[in-house]
């Protein structure tokens, strides 16, 4: 994984210096909070409803050893004990003190990680298929690319103050497990016919109020323009897009009202001028950061292991989490191995320090001191082998952290909603905690199978609730939770944003809605192999409605 | 005197630690809504606002608001159920936040 | 009181805005709006003497003075908020685009923590309102780094060493 050199070392450090100037500047009174908010959102802080909030960001989901037990640390020491890893392969601390918070951002300068631009109407940090390096449909690893596009977007001097936040989401495979369409610029890299690598582009993809699925924008982009296609979009985006009404200032807004054509003709135009300037990425310079990302040392392995076939059938448990939570990794003899941050009644994405030293401990003795996390709120890792996995899945065991749910009806994404969110109108993680409950029968959510279900608190969407196979919105109905459902949502290459099936659910009634939309899947469903997503995609949302709101009489 | 219709306080987050606090009864910012002063006239609104606004020029608190109150036997609760979170704590986290430290944290969020 | 510094000295403001109604002067340097550039085009640009400054607003685009460019000497680009940050694309396209070699100048809400967003950018003047700004900049302090990840405009910064970055530079 990438490593910082003297240049990234020196650049953190004076931007923790230059951060803990302005919090002395703000507290003395020289900066007015109008002034400072700017720019702590740069650096990750908020003020949520019962203090500040640090998001840090774990760029491309990347992290190593060092790095997950300094977020242990920082929870232990400057928080309550532990951290949320959120949809955007981020981790959010709940309570840190301002004053503290320059000390944290040393701490992570500490093992090369910082807070920068996870917030604010700026470049957010660049998000990648967390499975990247390790996944065996894998076209080529995306994480340079993402680095590259980090290093390039940080304090970017023409991009910080943008008409609104900008994300960018980089995928390596043509299975998209990063929800690269839903992004203000989605990459995928490919390879054309001559073996050289580039990427497809979509720009305009989006959740909140208004989602949008993106569109293609360049079906081939030579690997040396990515960085000036960006800065061309980046800067039409900038001199563009609607600064009159904040709910209709991301890229996507401007995409749909300019139409696709014709911003692209002032995306191209403005790409033309600059593709042969200074942003041009030399072959060299993209080999020398795809070094950082090279294959491990991996031993040459059969593909099957004795050890891990009669652990499976001693141990049913065991068996059940392999079937569900580990997936084949490109290389033989290794696996991926899902943690499920998703225990029956958990709160989505929480993790106490102790935990996250666990999975330290986990990441270096067994992954090559390597974890991911990904958006869907679990941690990764990536590099296991086959014959270790029983003493991966013991220790989880022991930490509670051994769910065999992932990709199940309980793995469930929320986000953290009017329990913590100043945005947020309705809450999420109870929500999540009572379906969590009510379908913890292991048996019972393998029969239902593959399905995703994603809670958001609020229209802006940072629970995914539009992707949800079964999404749910809360919102606030004259002072009472409503929550809205929505049916037929994908995130993954099959992009698809999902219909509200009718008039939304009080707080006691929305498990009892939940049950009844997957027992009418489970009645309906052609086999037990047709997933409820391919069930609802045949039937339509119909036989959803009518039995969510059978007709009482006739008027 | 115009009476308002509801009875109010004044909220806002420390600068310093983001610690949720309300105007006090005996002046300066409180962490506990019991302790909070209880608004009940426009002219008391308005020194409540202009003392806000002092507050937030010094620095020593962010960005404060009025909040609309219920007086239940005495006991101060706020109307709006995001102002009862801020109030008491996370509503799934019992351990966190004020209630934590309260001696009837459900009576407040369920107010 | 607004403080003008120039390549980062203070100095002394030899333009006179103009606004609407009041006739153009002969021989002074003006800075107009982009209203009184497109009613008074042809007069402005024939000027014998006197230079001629075009002030944008935020919703201005560059396209408007772009073909008379070569015959504007300063142009001033308006940050009505912190956090309106259109301006710093457009001192970009001026400089790269458009080659344009006078006087951009940082007007409105010019606040310290953005300074060297704007040299980086493109500007080479600053008209300041705010005193800790005016402060700052006369302590020569900008409240930046001196590392960045990016090539901005040419001139005030190096490659980095660091190998293996094209896109990185350094602080001269």
């Known amino acids: 994984m990438y490593r910082y050199d003297e240049f990234d070392r020196e650049f953190v450090t004076s931007r923790v210096a230059q951060f803990r100037d302005q919090v002395e500047r703000r507290v003395s009174g020289e900066l007015t909070e109008d002034n400072f908010k700017p720019l702590r959102l740069q650096n990750g802080v908020y003020l949520q409803l019962h203090a500040y909030m640090l998001r840090v960001a774990v760029p491309y989901g990347t992290l190593n050893s060092s790095q997950m037990r300094m977020l242990g640390h920082i929870a232990r020491k400057y928080d309550r004990d532990y951290g949320h890893f959120t949809t955007r392969q981020n981790i959010q601390f709940n309570w840190p003190k301002l004053a503290d918070i320059p000390d944290i951002l040393e701490d992570l300068a500490s093992v090369e990680m910082h807070a920068i631009q996870t917030s604010g109407n700026c470049i957010r940090n660049v998000t990648a298929d967390h499975l990247a390096g390790a996944a065996a449909d894998e076209v080529a690893d995306p994480r340079p690319y993402a680095e590259i596009l980090r290093q390039w977007s940080t304090i970017h001097p023409e991009f910080?103050?943008?008409?609104?936040?900008?994300?960018?989401?980089?995928?390596?495979?043509?299975?998209?497990?990063?929800?690269?369409?839903?992004?203000?610029?989605?990459?995928?890299?490919?390879?054309?016919?001559?073996?050289?690598?580039?990427?497809?582009?979509?720009?305009?993809?989006?959740?909140?109020?208004?989602?949008?699925?993106?569109?293609?924008?360049?079906?081939?982009?030579?690997?040396?323009?990515?960085?000036?296609?960006?800065?061309?979009?980046?800067?039409?985006?900038?001199?563009?897009?609607?600064?009159?009404?904040?709910?209709?200032?991301?890229?996507?807004?401007?995409?749909?009202?300019?139409?696709?054509?014709?911003?692209?003709?002032?995306?191209?135009?403005?790409?033309?001028?600059?593709?042969?300037?200074?942003?041009?990425?030399?072959?060299?310079?993209?080999?020398?950061?795809?070094?950082?990302?090279?294959?491990?040392?991996?031993?040459?392995?059969?593909?099957?292991?004795d050890g891990l076939e009669q652990a499976k059938l001693d141990n049913r448990s065991f068996a059940r989490w392999v079937d569900r939570n580990v997936v084949e990794h490109a290389q033989s003899g290794y696996a991926i191995v899902t943690v499920a941050l998703k225990g029956t009644g958990e709160a989505p994405g929480d993790a106490t320090s102790a935990q996250m030293d666990v999975l330290a401990d986990l990441g270096e003795k067994y992954s090559f001191d390597e974890l991911r996390v990904s958006h869907e709120q679990n941690v990764i890792l990536p590099h296991v082998q086959l014959s270790d996995l029983k003493a991966v899945y013991d220790a989880l065991l022991e930490a509670g952290m051994a769910s065999a749910n992932a990709g199940l009806i309980t793995d469930i994404i929320a986000c953290p909603g009017l329990d913590y969110c100043a945005l947020a109108t309705a809450r999420s993680i109870p929500v999540a905690q009572e379906l969590s409950q009510r379908f913890a029968d292991l048996d019972c959510q393998n029969d239902i199978g593959d399905l995703k279900l994603k809670i958001s608190g609020c229209i802006n969407a940072c629970g995914h609730h539009h992707v949800g196979h079964i999404g749910i919105l809360g919102v606030d109905r004259r002072g009472e939770e409503l929550y809205q459902v929505t049916l037929g949502g994908s995130g993954d290459e099959q992009a698809a944003v999902g219909e509200i099936i009718g008039r939304g659910f009080s707080k006691d009634e929305i498990g009892d809605?939940?049950?009844?939309?997957?027992?009418?899947?489970?009645?309906?469903?052609?086999?037990?192999?047709?997933?409820?997503?391919?069930?609802?995609?045949?039937?339509?949302?119909?036989?959803?409605?009518?039995?969510?709101?059978?007709?009482?009489?006739?008027a | 005197m115009s009476t308002l219709k509801n009875p109010i306080a004044f909220t806002a987050n420390n600068l310093l630690d983001g610690e949720v606090v309300w105007l006090g009864r005996n002046g300066g910012w409180v962490k506990s809504i019991d302790e909070a002063r209880v608004f009940g006239t426009e002219e008391e609104r308005a020194m409540g606002a202009a003392e806000a606004a002092q507050a937030d020029a010094d620095n020593l608190v962010v960005e404060p608001y009025e909040i609309d109150l219920n007086l239940d036997e005495g006991r101060i609760a706020p109307a709006k159920f995001r102002e009862r979170i801020r109030a008491a704590g996370p509503t799934m986290r019992l351990d966190l936040g004020k209630q934590a430290e309260l001696s009837q944290p459900e009576a407040l969020v369920a107010a | 009181m607004t403080t003008l510094f120039i390549d980062g000295a203070v100095a002394e403001d030899p333009w006179v805005s103009i606004d609407g109604e009041q006739p153009v002067p002969e021989a002074e340097d003006v800075i107009v709006s982009l209203a009184l550039f497109e009613a008074q085009r042809h007069a402005l640009l024939t000027r014998n003497e006197g230079r001629l400054g075009v002030y944008l607003e935020a919703d201005d685009q560059i396209d408007a003075i772009a073909d008379d460019l070569g015959k504007i000497d300063l142009v001033a680009l308006d940050f009505p908020s912190f956090a309106d940050g259109r301006a710093f694309s457009k001192a970009r396209l001026l400089r790269d685009r458009h080659g344009f070699a006078g006087e951009i100048r940082a007007t409105g809400d010019v606040r310290i923590d953005q300074v060297q967003h704007m040299r980086r950018s493109g500007f080479n003047a600053l008209a300041v309102h705010h005193q800790p700004t005016v402060d700052s900049l006369m302590e020569i302090k900008d409240a930046g780094l001196n590392l960045f990840y990016q090539p901005a405009i040419e001139g005030a910064e190096a490659r980095s060493s660091s190998g293996g970055r094209s896109w990185a530079r350094r602080a001269l």
């Open chain 1, 160 to 305: 910080l103050f943008l008409p609104r936040k900008f994300k960018i989401a980089v995928i390596g495979s043509p299975n998209d497990r990063a929800a690269m369409q839903f992004h203000d610029i989605g990459l995928e890299v490919r390879k054309n016919d001559a073996g050289e690598l580039g990427l497809r582009v979509f720009v305009g993809g989006g959740l909140g109020r208004t989602p949008m699925i993106g569109k293609m924008i360049r079906d081939w982009l030579p690997e040396e323009d990515m960085l000036s296609y960006c800065e061309a979009i980046l800067r039409v985006y900038n001199l563009y897009g609607r600064r009159d009404n904040k709910y209709k200032a991301r890229i996507k807004i401007l995409v749909h009202e300019t139409g696709l054509d014709d911003l692209k003709k002032d995306i191209e135009a403005e790409f033309e001028r600059i593709k042969d300037g200074v942003l041009k990425l030399p072959d060299e310079d993209v080999a020398a950061i795809a070094a950082y990302f090279a294959p491990s040392e991996f031993a040459d392995l059969p593909a099957k292991d």
């Open chain 1, 513 to 554: 809605a939940v049950e009844t939309i997957v027992d009418t899947y489970l009645a309906r469903r052609l086999s037990d192999d047709e997933a409820f997503l391919e069930t609802y995609r045949r039937l339509g949302p119909q036989p959803f409605k009518d039995a969510l709101y059978p007709a009482k009489e006739t």
